[in-house]
C-alpha cells in the first residue's frame, strides 16, 4: 500500500525543459540538456520531476496552447530524446510528471482549423460555438486587464467560440465524449512512453459545462473518475496532481469520498494563509486552512507549494488581508498582476533575507502534504520585472557564473538570465553554492532528506499546539507510533516559547533531527527560545524510533 502511494512522502520539483539547460546552443532548453542535469536532481534528493508543458505549440502562452498533443516541440527535441530522458528518470529512481492541458489547445491546432473550416467538420463540436455574442461575454477572464472577452468571433466561420483563457486558446467541449475519449488517448500515449502521471491544468474549467446558454456551470465530476480508472488500468501507480484552486468544502468532490477521483490537490487555501502569516507574523488564519483541509480520503494528499511559474494568487483572503500581504510582498503595482496577484519570485519577495527563505522553505516540507519545489528556489533566484506578466518568474537556471549563467552558449537565450543586482548569475548560481556548505542549495539538500526520513508528514495525522503566541505555529505529525513535531516563528525578534508536546511515551525528550537543539521537559512542558524567524523539527523520545514504529 505505502509503496503504490508513493506520492504520499514524495518531493516534487517543478521545471521548464526551454529554461533549464540548453545542450545545443540555440538559446533553448532542451531534453538532451534536461538528461544531463538528472545528476543533479537525484544529488538534490527529489522523488518526482513535473515538467512544464513541452508538446508542440506556438509558444503564446509559454506552451499552454497546444497544436499537436502527440509530439515534443521541435525546438525541444524528438520523442526519442524524451524517452531517454524519462529513461534516464527512471534509472535514478525518479518519477516524472508532465502537463496536462486539455481544456483548451491553441488556435493553430489542425483540430480548431477544420472545424472554424467546415461546419460539418468532425472537429466542429469539439470547441464551444454560439451564432452570436453571449450577454456575458465580458464575464470569467481568468486575465482581468489583459483579457478582455470569453467569446471571440471567428472570421472564417462567422461565429463566435468560447475561450476561458487568451483569445488564442479556444475551449475544447470537454463535455462531449469523443473529446474525453481523446483525452484518454493523450494520456494512454505518454504513459506508455515513460510517464508516472500528469498535473492536470485548470481542472475546474476541464470539468464544467460550456456553451452561451450557461450561466451557472455545474461540474462534471464523474469525469475525474473516469480519467483516473484509465490511468489505474494503464499504470497502477501513475497520478493525477490537479490544478483546482477551490474553496475547501469542495474540495472532496475532486478527491472523491472514497478517493477515486484526483490523487492530489494543489493546496491553493493553504498557500494563501500561509503569505498572510509571513506578512503579519499571525499564524490563526493558516491553522484555521490547515484544519479546513485536513479532511480527505486516505489515498488523497495535497501538494504544498510557495511559489509555482504563476502569480501567487491571494484572491481568497479577506480584502484587509490580501492588502498586508501586498504591502509586504508586492508594494509596486509592476509587482502586482490580474488584480489579485504577486508575479515575483519567492527570494526577492523577502528581500533576500536567508532566514526568511529557509523559515519560508521548512515550514513548507513541513506542512500536511507532499512539497512541490520550483526550479531556481533552491538557490534562492530572483525576477526579471522588466519582463511581461509571469515571464519575470521564468527566467533560465543560474548554473554558474560563465556567460549566460551556464544555461546556453547562444548570445540570444529564450529569455533573458538575471544579469545584474543581487540576484544576477555571477552571484546567484549552482556551481558557487555546491561549494559552500552552508549555502541555500546545500541546505536545501539537507531538508529534502530531513522530510524524506519523515514519513509521518506525509501520511500521519497533525495537531495544532498552542503555546500562547499567535505568530508561533507548532505542529505534531503522529503515524504508526511515531511524532514529529516542528516550530516555526515568523517574529523578527528572538523570543521563548513554552507548550506541551502532547505525546504519550517519552514525552519528557525531544531530538532535534536538524541542528541537535534537544529539549527535556520541565513541569510537563518543553521551553526553548527561538532566534528570529527560527525553526525546529524534533522527534518525540529517541533516535531509535524507527525500532518502535508499528505495521499499521
Given amino acids: 500500500m505505502i509503496n503504490d502511494l508513493w506520492y504520499k512522502n514524495a518531493v516534487v520539483y517543478c521545471l521548464s525543459v526551454e529554461t533549464f539547460l540548453d545542450s545545443n546552443g540555440d538559446g533553448v532548453g532542451d531534453f538532451q540538456g534536461l538528461q544531463r542535469r538528472l545528476d543533479y536532481l537525484a544529488g538534490l534528493g527529489v522523488t518526482a520531476v513535473w515538467l512544464m508543458p513541452f508538446q508542440t505549440s506556438p509558444g503564446r502562452d509559454d506552451g499552454y496552447d497546444v497544436s499537436d498533443y502527440y509530439n515534443v516541440d521541435p525546438r525541444y527535441g524528438t520523442l526519442g530524446d524524451f524517452v ?40 466542429r463540436d469539439w470547441y464551444v460555438w454560439s451564432k452570436t455574442k453571449p450577454a456575458n461575454a465580458d464575464q470569467g477572464m481568468v486575465f482581468p486587464g489583459v483579457q478582455k472577452s470569453t467569446w471571440t468571433r471567428d472570421r472564417q466561420s462567422g461565429e463566435y467560440y468560447f475561450h476561458r483563457f487568451y483569445d488564442f486558446q479556444p475551449d475544447l467541449n470537454t463535455g462531449n465524449p469523443l473529446v474525453q475519449a481523446e483525452i484518454l488517448k493523450i494520456m494512454g500515449f505518454w504513459i506508455q512512453l515513460g510517464v508516472s502521471g500528469f498535473r492536470m491544468d485548470a481542472v475546474p474549467f476541464v470539468i464544467a459545462e460550456k456553451g452561451a446558454d450557461v450561466t451557472k456551470p455545474k461540474e462534471q465530476f464523474d469525469m475525474l473518475r473516469t480519467f483516473r480508472e484509465f490511468l489505474q488500468w494503464r499504470k497502477g501507480d501513475s497520478i493525477i496532481l490537479a490544478e483546482a484552486n477551490v474553496v475547501p468544502k469542495e474540495n472532496l468532490e475532486y478527491f472523491g469520498d472514497d478517493g477515486d477521483r484526483m490523487q492530489m490537490m494543489f493546496n491553493f487555501h493553504v498557500n494563501q494563509a500561509l503569505f498572510y502569516a509571513m506578512a503579519s507574523a499571525d499564524t490563526r488564519p493558516l491553522a484555521k486552512a ?13 501538494g504544498v507549494f510557495l511559489r509555482n511559474h504563476d502569480e501567487l ?22 509587482m502586482q498582476l490580474y488584480d489579485r496577484g504577486i508575479r515575483r519570485r519567492l527570494a526577492p519577495m523577502l528581500g533576500g533575507d536567508i532566514r526568511r527563505l529557509k523559515l519560508a522553505y521548512s515550514l513548507m516540507y513541513s506542512l500536511p502534504g507532499t512539497p512541490v519545489l520550483r526550479y531556481g528556489d533552491e538557490i534562492g533566484m530572483g525576477d526579471d520585472l522588466s519582463l511581461p506578466e509571469r515571464n519575470c518568474a521564468r527566467t533560465p537556471m543560474q548554473w554558474s557564473d560563465e556567460p549566460q549563467g551556464g544555461f546556453t552558449k547562444s548570445e540570444k537565450p529564450v529569455l533573458p538570465v538575471i544579469s545584474e543586482g543581487p540576484y544576477g548569475f555571477d552571484h546567484v548560481n549552482v556551481a558557487f553554492q555546491r561549494r559552500d556548505l552552508d549555502s541555500m542549495l546545500n541546505w536545501t539538500e539537507r ?16 495537531k495544532v499546539l498552542t503555546c500562547g503566541d499567535p505568530g508561533v505555529l507548532i505542529m505534531r505529525y503522529e503515524w504508526r507510533k511515531n511524532v514529529v513535531i516542528t516550530i516555526h516563528s515568523f517574529h523578527d525578534k528572538p523570543l521563548e516559547v513554552s507548550f506541551a508536546a502532547n505525546v504519550d511515551e517519552d514525552a519528557g525528550v525531544l531530538i532535534d533531527i536538524l541542528d541537535g537543539h534537544d529539549s527535556c521537559a520541565k513541569d510537563g512542558k518543553h521551553h526553548m527560545v527561538l532566534e528570529p524567524y527560527g525553526f525546529r523539527w524534533y522527534r518525540a523520545g529517541g533516535l531509535d524510533y524507527l525500532l518502535k514504529r508499528s505495521e499499521v
Avoid at 490547515?290 to 495535497?302: A, C, H, N, S, V
Wanted: charged share 30%.
Fill in 313 to 334: 494568487d491571494l484572491g481568497r483572503l479577506t480584502e484587509s488581508q490580501r492588502q498586508t500581504v501586498f504591502s509586504a510582498f508586492g508594494p509596486d503595482k509592476n
Fill in 290 to 302: 490547515m484544519r479546513d483541509t485536513e479532511q480527505r480520503p486516505e489515498t488523497g494528499q495535497w
Fill in 84 to 123: 531517454e530522458f524519462t529513461h534516464g528518470a527512471k534509472q535514478r529512481g525518479i518519477r516524472v510528471l508532465i502537463d496536462l492541458v486539455v481544456n483548451h489547445t491553441s488556435d493553430e491546432h489542425l483540430w480548431f482549423k477544420q472545424a472554424c473550416a467546415d461546419p460539418n467538420s468532425r472537429y
Fill in 447 to 462: 531538508m529534502i532528506r530531513a522530510r524524506k526520513e519523515a514519513p509521518e508528514i506525509g501520511w500521519g495525522g497533525f
